[in-house]
Every structure is written in C-alpha cells, then in structure tokens.
C-alpha cells in the first residue's frame, strides 16, 4: 500500500507541485484502505457520459485543478445530474465557472461521482508540529468545527485505545452514539478510519505535511463510512546539495 500512494505522491512531486487534488488524495487514502466512493476521472465530455453511465444517475461533477482547491467559492461542484442532456449542459457550465475563477487554471479533468446518501458528518485532520511532529485531529464536521471547535488532537501513531477515546471526548459525542431516539452511528467505522490515516501518516510521514477528510459521512452502526471530500498538502521536496 505504501508503494501504490507513494506512486501518486511522486508524480504529484514530479510536476513541482505539493497540494494535491481531491482525486490524488483520494488514491493515496484507497492505497491504505480508507473507504473513497468509486468516482472516476474524466478528461473529455464523452469519457464523463461513460463513467455516468457506469455509475448510474444522478452524479455529481467535480473539476480538479491544481489552482482551485476550494472547489465551492469556484462553483465547481454540481450535484445531481440526472441524465446525459443534463450532464452534457454541466460540462459546460463548470468549465465556465473555473475560468471565469481562476482564468490561467490548468484543468486535469472532472471527477465524475455518485451521489451519496447523507450521513452523520465527521472531520479527521492532520498537521505536523516542530516539536511533536504529526498529529491527528477528529470532531464532527459542520458546525460543530467551524464554529464550536469540538475536537480533539492526538500525536500519530496511536493505538485502537486511542482512537476510541477520541471519539468518546469530543462534547458532540451523544450525536454519534444516538441522541433522540436516533440509531447510533458506525463507532468501528469510525476507528477503523483513524487507525488507517495514523498508520498512513505514520509510514509517509517524509511527504505528508497536512491532510483534510472533511467531509466523512457515518452512518448507522454496521453500515460503514465514506470520505466525501479529501486535500493532502505534501512537504516541499529536500533539494540534493
């Protein structure tokens, strides 16, 4: 698994550049196991009403370039396209959107995906400290991030000890282990996940500099987890004296 992400990771390096896109990150978190939907790269508007067709409608569209990382502020993300005279008219609206955002962008395609049920949103991040090196970070997404800054921070690697207790101390913690009546969410999942990117990190930690899973949805308990949206910042390469 090391050597199939550190494949992406260098060819992200060999083109001079350290931030990935959502799809090169995402290959590198499938490397580890994580779980990523299964949405496919296309470079022209007929490899897009294939890879849809494949899916099966509705799918979202997702433009990957380098210079547009916040895809959102772009208008780079449409949802819910529901047939190929539809995604033939998104095709071109998206392509308007990133050059009307950003003119000189350069476009590596458009990530066709399917469009996921919704579930319980969770982050897991990662930073790297001088002192400490990397650490993990875990809270619900939404709100509860932006705003309430409900999360919780360990020095990778940790232990499934570790993981559990992260989960257990965030304030939002009943949202996840079902308030109101609600089923509870997939905990193992949820574990699962952060045992996977401290090992990731923990094995490239030469590369990695900083990673976003934001959002993951969780959903009811056995029913897993899936990473939405994904950015991996890599280390700026040593130069050989």
């Known amino acids: ?22 799809y090169e990150a995402k290959q590198v978190l499938k490397a580890y196991g994580l ?24 799918v979202a569209l997702k433009l990957m370039s380098p210079q547009i990382l916040h895809k959102s502020d772009a208008k780079v993300v449409l949802l819910n396209i529901k047939s190929p005279e539809e995604l033939k008219q998104k095709w071109e609206e998206i392509h308007e959107n990133a050059r009307r955002y950003r003119p000189d962008a350069e476009i590596l395609g458009v990530l ?17 400290d001088p002192q400490f090196g990397h650490a993990i970070m875990f809270g619900l997404g939404g709100i509860f991030v932006e705003v309430l800054k409900d999360v ?15 989960v257990r101390e965030i304030k939002g913690y009943p949202i996840l282990a079902g ?60 130069k050989e004296n």
Do not use: H
């Open 35 to 58: 779980p990523v939907p299964e949405e496919k790269l296309a470079k022209t508007l007929d490899e897009a009403l294939k890879y849809a067709e494949e899916i099966g409608y509705p």
């Open 179 to 238: 308030a109101r009546g609600e089923e509870p969410a997939d905990i193992d999942a949820i574990v699962s996940m952060l045992l996977k990117v401290s090992e990731l990190v923990d094995d490239l930690r030469d590369y990695i500099k900083e990673m976003d899973l934001n959002p993951v949805f969780v959903y009811e308990k056995g029913k897993g987890a899936v990473v939405v949206d994904a950015r991996i910042i890599l280390k700026e390469p040593k």
């Open 152 to 166: 919780t921070f360990r020095i990778i690697p940790i232990t499934e000890r570790d993981a559990r207790k992260m």
């Open 1 to 22: 698994m090391k050597e199939e992400a550190l494949k992406v990771i260098e060819s992200v390096l060999s083109q001079g550049r350290t931030a990935m896109v959502e």
């Open 112 to 128: 066709v995906a399917p469009m996921l049920k919704p579930g319980r949103e969770i982050i897991i991040g990662v930073t790297e």
